[in-house]
């Protein structure tokens, strides 16, 4: 009977044992998923601001198509008809998609937390050559009435283990969401060598404004003749970025188009016109390439990549020291200038904006 209460005894001081490390196990579990729901949260706040910008980008979009074909004398019932059937394929698919997901997620985590193996082992009644014991208290024969500690044990283990290969889960989904943030599809991209590759989709960007026969230096004697039209487009995720800050994050890129102009042709009687392709220039923000943060290239007609202009070169001290947001001119965005406005992000210019 001795050996039996000292048994019961151990038996009791390691489920007390076992007790407090799932206590702790479960704290540091809970901490963790605190941490991932705080995450979860700050993600979420961002992906409904920019999901909110993206929206709004494409009701206008959309806006502006239905005008075009408004003008083409397209019939409102077939425009109707389009943006209803295309709303509705946009609520079935989050209907159909949005529960199943959830479904199959939850029966994943369900089944990973809480589904374990019965155990095999048993312990027995007695101790001794009469009960059966051999080399300790344990046997594997016949299931008998309560679990071994062999194998509440390794049951324990194998929760815990499956709650943490969740956990680390959960952690790694989580920080890939937040680095999504920092990958920039229309980003700059560089060459080995360091030149700037050409982005072919620039016209697909954020278009800022455009100005006609502007000029930083000195005007020319008869500013009336070959007037170029510069339009400027920025990134989409530095736009909806600057939205939000009234800043421009690293990795904004902004493409400067200059285009010759026309007065006659077609069925224009005055004023001017966008007409030929004369000149593609790109303005950089990369704080750790560029000393200065921003760097300026210029590609050549038909050129893939561009080398950087020179920091002594006067666009450099120009832009830092007229532009009224860090190093960009936003006194000629007026869309912009009102919201570098808002959140006091304009600095005094030489020019006073």
Not at 39 to 60: H, I, N, P, S, V
Not at 67 to 93: C, D, E, K, T, W
Not at 140 to 161: D, L, N, Q, V, Y
Request: a positive charge; hydrophobic letters at 40%.
């Amino acid at each position: 009977m001795s050996q039996i209460n000292d048994v019961l005894r151990q038996v009791a001081v390691e489920d007390g044992q076992r007790a407090e490390k799932r206590d702790g196990d479960q704290e540091a579990s809970l901490r963790v998923t605190i941490a991932i729901l705080n995450a979860g949260r700050d993600r979420m706040a961002k992906e409904t601001t920019g999901f909110g910008c993206m929206l709004a980008l494409w009701f206008r979009e959309r806006t502006r198509e239905i005008g075009v074909r408004m003008f083409l004398s397209a019939a409102p019932g077939h425009i109707l008809g389009g943006v209803v059937r295309q709303g509705m394929a946009l609520v079935a698919l989050g209907v159909a998609g949005g529960p199943a997901g959830a479904l199959l997620l939850t029966r994943l985590i369900r089944k990973l937390l809480f589904e374990a193996r019965p155990p095999t082992c048993h312990l027995r009644a007695g101790i001794g050559p009469a009960a059966g014991r051999h080399d300790g208290v344990y046997d594997s024969g016949a299931p008998r009435r309560g679990w071994t500690r062999k194998s509440r044990s390794a049951t324990s283990e194998e929760i815990r283990m499956k709650r943490w290969i969740v956990t680390g889960g959960l952690i790694l989904a989580a920080m890939a969401l937040s680095g999504a943030d920092s990958i920039d599809p229309d980003g700059p991209q560089f060459a080995a060598d360091g030149q700037l590759l050409r982005p072919r989709n620039y016209r697909e960007w954020v278009f800022l404004t455009s100005g006609l026969g502007m000029t930083y230096g000195t005007p020319s004697p008869n500013p009336q003749t070959n007037l170029r039209f510069d339009n400027v487009f920025v990134t989409r995720t530095a736009y909806r970025s600057f939205l939000q800050s009234g800043q421009w994050p690293d990795q904004t890129m902004f493409v400067l188009e200059v285009r010759s102009s026309e007065s006659n042709g077609s069925i224009n009687k005055g004023g001017h016109y966008q007409s030929g392709l004369l000149a593609v220039e790109a303005e950089v923000k990369d704080e750790k390439r560029f000393p200065g943060k921003w760097g300026f290239f210029g590609f050549e007609p038909g050129a893939a990549q561009a080398k950087q202009i020179p920091t002594t070169a006067s666009c450099y001290n120009c832009h830092s020291t007229n532009g009224a947001v860090d190093n960009t001119f936003v006194q000629f965005y007026p869309t912009l200038l009102d919201v570098a406005r808002a959140k006091r992000t304009v600095k005094a210019t030489p020019e006073g904006h």
